[in-house]
């Protein structure tokens, strides 16, 4: 799509709701640059720092690195914005790790946290940016990590919660947001797409070891919104690289060159859970039904 025939979105804002920096730039970070560039504003919320994540750039495993991590991690966090054009706003809470078989959650993180005092920040972010739209991970986080499954039931709450003027008391005026998603990232007929067009280019897939040992009790969610962004998949590649840490930049996950990866699978993907103003499935926007005058 051209930039005169872009349609005009100014007015319209959406919230997207991860748990660590870096999260925004793997699952719909192109469906972001998109609206932002047709003049709606998106805001990020994350709510860890990440501070207890890992480094999984080879190149960056060092001891300094790691004594510096949380103070890195924000900078990349920053880099990555400014690729997306998107706003973002760390929400304070401190990040879980992904405690082994039988270790306990460390004290005082985000996991650890009452429903009500993890979600008040969210509530009060959603009434001050008042989006129409907000994306967030399903009940299983996408995957089990506990911060990730925090971050769901603290997107459900404020969602929820954000519009009745009884709740969350002193984190300003009531606004309901209209739609409610859930990203569907881990998609199993996404990866079959992907790995069909590497081995027909005669590549490699690291996709066919995912699928050989693919969960078949992984719960998925029905794809009701596809939104058409491969144009805009360059600026995601390099968002997700600029989280320079958290990402191998030879690993096997960037292995699909992007213009086959167009070809294969233009969109980015979501469920639909809430939405408060008519609109009819399958979707190609996330905004579909948004009327006119919520702007």
Request: charged content about 25%; aromatic content about 8%.
């Amino acid at each position: 799509m051209t930039k005169s025939h872009r349609p005009d979105r100014t007015g319209l804002r959406l919230m997207t709701v991860h748990a660590h920096p870096d999260d925004e730039s793997s699952k719909g970070a192109a469906t972001l640059v998109k609206y932002v560039r047709e003049g709606a504003e998106v805001l990020v919320c994350t709510m860890t720092g990440g501070e207890r994540g890992d480094v999984l750039n080879p190149r960056l495993d060092r001891p300094e690195v790691w004594a510096e991590l949380p103070e890195r991690r924000r900078r990349e966090m920053a880099r990555a914005r400014e690729i997306l054009g998107v706003d973002q706003r760390f929400l304070g809470f401190v990040d879980s790790g992904m405690p082994g078989e039988g270790e306990e959650l460390p004290e005082g993180c985000f996991a650890l946290q009452p429903l009500e005092d993890a979600a008040r920040p969210l509530v009060e972010a959603v009434r001050a940016f008042r989006p129409h739209v907000i994306v967030t991970y399903d009940e299983n986080g996408g995957y089990p990590h506990p911060d990730h499954l925090m971050t769901h039931k603290v997107s459900v709450e404020a969602f929820t919660a954000a519009g009745d003027p009884r709740r969350y008391p002193g984190t300003g005026a009531a606004w309901q947001p209209l739609k409610l998603y859930y990203t569907c990232a881990f998609n199993k007929d996404y990866f079959v797409a992907i790995d069909n067009a590497m081995r027909a280019a005669g590549l490699d897939s690291p996709a066919a070891g995912l699928l050989e040992n693919w969960p078949e009790a992984w719960p998925t969610w029905e794809v009701t919104s596809s939104v058409e962004c491969a144009e805009y998949f360059p600026e995601r590649r390099a968002a997700l690289l600029a989280h320079e840490t958290q990402v191998n930049p030879d690993g096997p996950e960037l292995s699909c060159p992007m213009d086959l990866e167009a070809k294969a699978w233009p969109t980015e993907d979501y469920h639909l859970v809430v939405s408060h103003v008519p609109t009819e499935l399958p979707e190609h926007d996330l905004f579909a039904g948004v009327p006119a005058d919520s702007r």
